[in-house]
């Protein structure tokens, strides 16, 4: 009874006025007596009015108390796509009882197409509930619906009733349910079931493929593709996409250039979504001179294309190239959409010049991106990172919604410019205001804490995390703790911090807790520290120099030659030339 009384909220106010116009409406010159008449008057119907009144004259003669004249009528009404006309064929097709399984699967098919997902969930239900039969092009349409409407708990009882109905056998339910999975993360069932299939056709193998992609498994993905391949189905236009996404993903250029040779040599249609997968696999692979020429050469571009090849200047550290790219996108009237501002917005977060912040602030505004919350908070990243703290609380005072996201951009861009307390003060508001915090603004506090040298807010902060929220400190926030201990000047304190770490600390934590003992003068500790730092980065010359630098501020010439004369005897260290930058 709870399913039909949902039902009936959902569908009777809008459904019942339309219903009730049917019935009051007088008939003008035709009879419809006529079954043929009818059927060919539906087939000439264009508006919704049109139908409602062929469905008054169908009460008025009689007619509609014939099964397959209200079947047209609903299949009919759900025809128009429109969510009144859908509701109308929801009470026609529940009025006449013995209704068709088609004739409700094209109530299903509309309530999908008007982005309705929701109302097929529950009218599945109602179906169940009145015991009415189903078949596999329903699961389709259910299953879809869960995709859409994200409803996995739903999606997994659809499962169930697949399998118990006897409807699995089918190879396109069998690939709709891998998708299903596969949109939920759920790779392993996913696999499974492609695992079992008795046979495979082209759209399951790309279904498998793009699930392992878009769950970061491009190794995977690239496996499933060879084997594919093996067996004798050709990449088509979407395997390429994923296939390419997967060479992005690990950043192979050989393996990219070999798919590539593939995709000119075996895909029929070079589409603009191929082209944009290319563009993209070789700007992370760091190839942008290559990137660059097929985007020149392709014969359409679309804002996806533009954006991927922005976002390949701003990821190699090329930010005026990237700005100029975008510059030239809207001299060609080409209108971002909220990917590219976000990747413009990121550029000038990295390239740090305020003035550029401020011209893109102005864009977003004139645009009026600024409204977006997305949009908000990478504009109160951008400024942060560009010095301009006070824009950055600006936007973020002036947001009316704000998210998880919001709040840790504001904690972040107070951390950065040492305002630990503020920091702080913040990270309780966004509590009270019924946020929970996550891993990301635990780690936005602890730096705050940290430039700030607010040591004991710090220690309380980190407990929390583990004993209140009951999130696990990563690397990170115990290098944020080792940092803070150490700028305080308890460098023992740190070092047994250090050892009673759940996993082996890496080299960043290691060297920090090096550099207070060198700032300190504790070089018995440093020498122990030493040691290990070298057995983890042999090669890399920033701890030698960290090393001499303590011996030298003691005077320890001896040890300081000794150290030189090591690096020496070892080979070649790494060495990363320094640099600054200014903006005029």
Known sequence: MRSLRIVAILFFPVATRSFQRCLSARASTANYS??????????????????????????ASGLVRDPFVASELVEFAAGFHLLESLNH?????????????????????G????????????VYAHLRKRGIQVDSFTAQFLIRACVVSSRYCEGKMVHCHVLKMGFSSGLIIQ????????????????RQLFDRMSYRDSVSWNAVIAVHVQKRQPLEALWLSCAMINENFRANEVAAVSILSACSNIANLKLGQMVHGYVVKNVVNMDVFVCNSLVDMYCKCGQLSTAHQLFDRMSEKTVVSWTALINGYTENGLFESALRLFWEMESQNIEPDQVAVLGILCTCAKSGYSLLAELIDD???????????????ALIDMHAKC????????????????TLVSWTAMIKGLSIHGHGRAALTRFIQMQREGFRPDDVV????????????LVDEGLQCFNSMVKEHGIAPGMDHYGCMVDLLCRAGLVAKAFEFV???????????????????????????AGRIMSVILELEPTYSGNYVLLSNIYASNSQWENVLELREGMAVRGPINSNPGCSAIAV
């Open 111 to 122: 309530y999908l197409k008007t982005s309705t997902p929701l109302k097929v969930i529950l």
């Open 175 to 190: 690939t709709a349910l891998l998708k299903l999975h596969g949109s939920f993360g759920d790779v392993q069932v996913a």
């Open 387 to 402: 010095g301009n703290l006070g824009k950055a609380c600006q936007i973020f005072n002036r947001m009316r919604k704000r």
């Open 34 to 59: 006529s079954l043929g008449s009818l059927l060919s008057l539906l087939h000439r119907c264009k508006e919704v009015d049109q139908l409602y009144q062929i469905h008054a004259q169908t009460v």
């Open 442 to 453: 635990f780690l936005s506090v602890l730096h705050g804490c940290s430039h700030a040298g």
């Open 363 to 377: 864009y977003v505004r004139r645009k009026k991106f600024g409204e977006n919350t997305v949009i908000a908070n």
């Open 499 to 525: 050892e009673s770490m759940p996993f082996k600390p890496d080299s960043v934590v290691w060297r920090s807790l090096l550099g207070a003992c060198k700032y300190h003068g504790n070089d018995a500790l």
């Open 89 to 109: 064929a929801f009470l026609i097709a529940d009025w006449i009882g013995n209704a068709r399984t088609f004739t409700w699967n094209a109530v299903l098919r």
